[in-house]
């Protein structure tokens, strides 16, 4: 079973920086897109950042020039480094990815994380 496990979601104060990291586990043959997601309380999940396996790159106009998603291919991570915070950051960060396991390379599953806290006080 492959599993998505993110980690370095904290309490920051307005203006400082944050890095969130998503490690994988279990049988996968490949991944292709993998990025992060955020849902904050009374709002719909929205994406933050995605990174193609080719290493492309989409972010949402709200963060971008304020956070980078970085992707290792060989340990099937990514990372989101987020400088610049801001209140509105507040939410659970969701990590996301399309992987193809090893026991079926006929199918792509769209996998999450538990999820990470990110709280950014003003």
């Known amino acids: 079973q492959v599993k998505l496990r993110e980690s370095g979601g904290g309490l920051v104060q307005a203006g400082g920086s944050l890095s969130l990291s998503c490690a994988t586990s279990?049988?996968?043959?490949?991944?292709?897109?993998m990025g992060w997601y955020r849902q904050a309380p009374g709002k719909q999940r929205e994406l933050v950042a995605r990174?193609?396996?080719?290493?492309?790159?989409n972010y949402a106009d709200s963060v971008k020039g304020r956070f980078t998603i970085s992707r290792d291919n060989a340990e099937n991570t990514i990372t989101l480094q987020m400088n610049s915070l801001k209140p509105e950051d507040t939410a659970v960060y969701y990590c996301?990815?399309?992987?193809?396991?090893?026991?079926?390379?006929?199918?792509?599953?769209?996998?999450w994380g538990q999820g990470t806290q990110v709280t950014v006080s003003s």
């Open positions: 996301n990815a399309a992987v193809i396991r090893l026991e079926d390379v006929t199918r792509t599953l769209e996998l």
């Open positions: 279990g049988s996968i043959f490949s991944i292709n897109a």
């Open positions: 990174v193609s396996s080719g290493g492309s790159t």
